[in-house]
């Protein structure tokens, strides 16, 4: 992302790995992608979230301080954070694309799409939620569902645009005056082939 020196979440989404969902020639076509990311310290931590249109226009940018018991909590918050300003601003048929630098919650995030998606409701996998966080994951799968198509790529943490903003919110807090938006992706380009973006057809499935 500009702002902070990184490609674009579009980008980043298309080369990073999806747990248990396989990238399709149509999945660079998200309307929206939301790249979220949770700090814990000692002292405090905090909330990050930085949302963008598929043609990279900014929706919007979330710092917040915050006090959560350890990490893989506050990845949770996060993530329900960013999509809680999401929905506020996408229409809800919206395709939207995840990214986060937590293995466990991107695996969680795509298994829980793939269980709203089979007949009896099943997981390929069983969901490890911490414990703090069992509320904000129901609030998290609520929000899944209120989109038409969602998927979670795995990112590395140096590579999310969200890391600076939970890592230090008071040097970011002027992020959360920034005017709301409500952006609209331009529409989707017309191709001509369905092969795989090279990153995809070209990944070791041993990855």
Same mark, same amino acid.
């Given at each position: 992302?500009?702002?902070? $020196?990184?490609?674009?979440?579009?980008?980043?989404?298309?080369? =990073?790995?999806?747990?248990?969902?396989?990238?399709?020639?149509?999945?660079?076509?998200?309307?929206?992608?939301?790249? =979220?990311?949770?700090?814990? &310290?000692?002292?405090?931590?905090?909330?990050?979230?930085?949302?963008?249109?598929?043609?990279?226009?900014?929706?919007? &940018?979330? =710092?917040?301080?915050? =006090? *959560?018991?350890?990490?893989?909590?506050?990845?949770?918050?996060?993530?329900?954070? $960013?999509?809680?300003?999401?929905?506020?601003?996408?229409? *809800?048929?919206? @395709?939207?694309?995840?990214?986060?630098?937590?293995?466990?919650?991107?695996?969680?995030?795509? @298994?829980?799409?793939?269980?709203?998606?089979?007949?009896?409701?099943?997981?390929?996998?069983?969901?490890?939620?911490?414990?703090?966080?069992?509320?904000?994951?129901?609030?998290?799968?609520?929000?899944?569902?209120?989109?038409?198509?969602?998927?979670?790529?795995?990112?590395? @943490?140096?590579?999310?645009?969200?890391? *600076?903003?939970?890592?230090? *919110?008071?040097?970011?807090?002027?992020?959360?005056?920034?005017?709301?938006?409500?952006?609209?992706?331009?529409?989707?380009?017309?191709?001509? #082939? $369905?092969?795989?973006?090279?990153?995809?057809?070209?990944? #070791?499935?041993?990855?």
């Amino acid at each position: 992302m500009a702002a902070h $020196g990184r490609p674009a979440l579009r980008d980043l989404f298309d080369e =990073s790995p999806t747990p248990h969902i396989a990238h399709h020639p149509r999945t660079h076509h998200r309307d929206f992608y939301v790249a =979220s990311d949770g700090s814990f &310290r000692s002292d405090r931590g905090g909330l990050g979230a930085v949302i963008e249109t598929r043609d990279g226009a900014r929706v919007a &940018r979330v =710092s917040r301080p915050d =006090s *959560p018991p350890d990490n893989n909590v506050a990845e949770f918050r996060a993530l329900h954070l $960013g999509l809680d300003v999401l929905a506020a601003r996408a229409p *809800p048929n919206a @395709s939207v694309g995840i990214l986060v630098d937590h293995d466990e919650l991107a695996s969680n995030v795509n @298994s829980a799409i793939l269980a709203a998606r089979h007949p009896d409701g099943r997981a390929p996998r069983p969901f490890s939620v911490p414990a703090a966080s069992r509320n904000h994951w129901r609030g998290i799968r609520a929000r899944l569902t209120g989109f038409g198509d969602v998927r979670a790529a795995r990112i590395d @943490s140096d590579d999310n645009p969200a890391h *600076p903003l939970a890592n230090a *919110p008071d040097q970011y807090r002027h992020v959360n005056r920034e005017p709301l938006r409500c952006v609209r992706p331009d529409p989707v380009e017309s191709t001509t #082939n $369905g092969y795989l973006p090279p990153s995809r057809a070209n990944r #070791n499935v041993s990855r």
